[in-house]
């Protein structure tokens, strides 16, 4: 026990020895560091030295900086340790792989069976070169007919409701009009005159009375009566009580303007209609292709309500100038509209044949559509076979497809089997 407790008494002295050394070469140190310090501030600097000797003493020997300071040194540690966490988490779980796409496969062993896949080159040719316009169909306004107010009176009824077929002389409306009744009463008084005057010999009374019963005659047609109704009052001699105002084609109503109750003045609109035996087709060409578009071009319409169906015309109208709110030149074609499919304000496709041009043709059997997207499988050498994206022309017909952009004259593509080489890859690039 002597022996151990001489140790760490000769310890501890040689501790204290060795602080007091290390403090004394500190302050050595210090001194060396302020010698350029005025005399006045150098003696004063032994009283408050310690605190460039250890300047955490003072707070370490306050409990309130003590747990502090722990707190700050715990948090960086905590916040250390969960960003090291995450980051490996991160690296671990998401870490990026690089993509491969594949639109290319190889035949199998033996290659595809002849009887399922075939191929063929394609060719340029000379074609039509079609140009595809956007736009929507119309009344065609040479078949438009207002009718207007021929008397002053009052709509008592509408026969024939906006948007119903109407056929011509099929009456639409009905006025009552003072002055029509009046006209009805003198054409029967002027029949009642010729009818008296033909029995006097006198060929002038006569002649002023059937110029007479004829003036009435033709004010009642000019009013709207035709010669059925006119025959009718002349036989029965009494006057209707409603002018019956007809459609003056074979056609729709479109519009009424008046409803029944109101008051009608000469010359006033009261309907609308229009014949759908035509329609109009209003495109818009865009301006890098207005030189291209004439008078008395081939056009045809096709519309999403009607896949399959073409509608033939010819351009007959192309505007002087641009529109200045769409920087696009308008076109129109009068369009034969049997059977009333083509609804006007419908938005179609136009596609004016505007000359020849040599393109690549396909077999329409080698293309592969999928939404907006257009493909064909080139065939390669060593018994590859490649997707291929490709640009068609907006016509076609039955048998083969006109390729804008994609092939080349001389490519090698699968006209048959198409589809099952293309769900090959497909499978590939899932």
């Known amino acids: 026990m002597n022996f151990l407790n001489n140790a760490k008494a000769k310890l501890a002295q040689l501790v ?3 602080r007091g050394l290390l403090q004394s070469e500190r302050i050595h140190h210090i001194n060396q560091k302020i010698a350029f310090y005025p005399e006045k501030l150098r003696a004063k600097m032994p009283v408050w030295s310690h605190r460039f000797i250890d300047p955490i003493k003072p707070y370490m020997e306050n409990p309130k900086y003590v747990w502090r300071i722990s707190g700050a040194v715990i948090l960086l ?3 250390f340790i969960t960003y090291r966490s995450v980051h490996d988490s991160n690296q671990h779980h998401f870490k990026e792989v690089p993509v491969v796409e594949y639109d290319e496969i190889e035949a199998p062993q033996g290659g595809f069976n002849p009887e399922y896949v075939r191929s063929v080159k394609v060719h340029a040719e000379q074609v039509d070169d079609h140009l595809l316009v956007p736009g929507r169909l119309a009344y065609d306004q040479d078949e438009i007919r207002k009718i207007a107010a021929r008397v002053s009176g009052r709509v008592e009824r509408l026969f024939i409701h906006e948007g119903y077929p109407a056929k011509r002389g099929q009456p639409i409306l009905s006025v009552y009009s003072p002055e029509f009744l009046t006209a009805e009463r003198e ?3 002027a029949n009642s005159s010729f009818g008296i005057v033909s029995s006097i010999k006198d060929s002038g009374l006569m002649t002023d009375a059937r110029d ?9 047609m000019l009013l709207g009566m035709d010669e059925e109704e006119i025959a009718r009052l002349k036989k029965t001699g009494t006057p209707l009580p409603l002018l019956l105002v007809k459609s003056p084609i074979d056609g729709m109503v479109i519009d ?5 109750g109101s008051f009608v003045n000469i010359g006033q609109d009261m309907s609308t209609v229009v014949s759908l035996e035509t329609v109009w087709f209003k495109g818009n060409v865009y301006e890098q292709d207005i030189t291209r578009v004439k008078v008395g071009q081939p056009l045809v319409i096709k519309s999403d309500a009607y896949p399959g169906m073409e509608f033939p015309g010819e351009v007959d109208f192309v505007a002087p100038g641009l529109d200045p709110a769409t920087h696009t030149l308008l076109v129109r074609a009068t369009m034969q509209n049997k059977n009333a499919l083509l609804k006007p304000d419908v938005y179609v ?3 004016i044949t505007i000359g020849t041009q040599n393109r690549v043709v396909i077999p329409k059997e080698a293309l592969i559509k999928e939404g907006n997207n257009a493909y064909v499988i080139q065939v390669l050498p060593g018994n590859h ?30 006209s ?6 293309y769900d090959s890859i497909k499978r590939k690039i899932r």
């Open 77 to 79: 540690l905590l916040t």
């Open 349 to 351: 496709n136009g596609v």
């Open 187 to 189: 054409y029967l008084l």
């Open 212 to 220: 007479l019963a004829e003036a009435a005659r033709n004010k009642l």
């Open 256 to 260: 009424h303007t008046l409803s029944p």
């Open 16 to 18: 204290t020895q060795l």
């Open 385 to 414: 076979y490649k997707l291929r994206n490709v640009s068609i022309a907006p016509m076609s017909n039955e048998e083969t497809v006109s390729i804008l952009r994609g092939l080349n004259d001389g490519d090698e593509i699968v």
């Open 416 to 421: 048959l089997g198409s589809v099952l080489v």
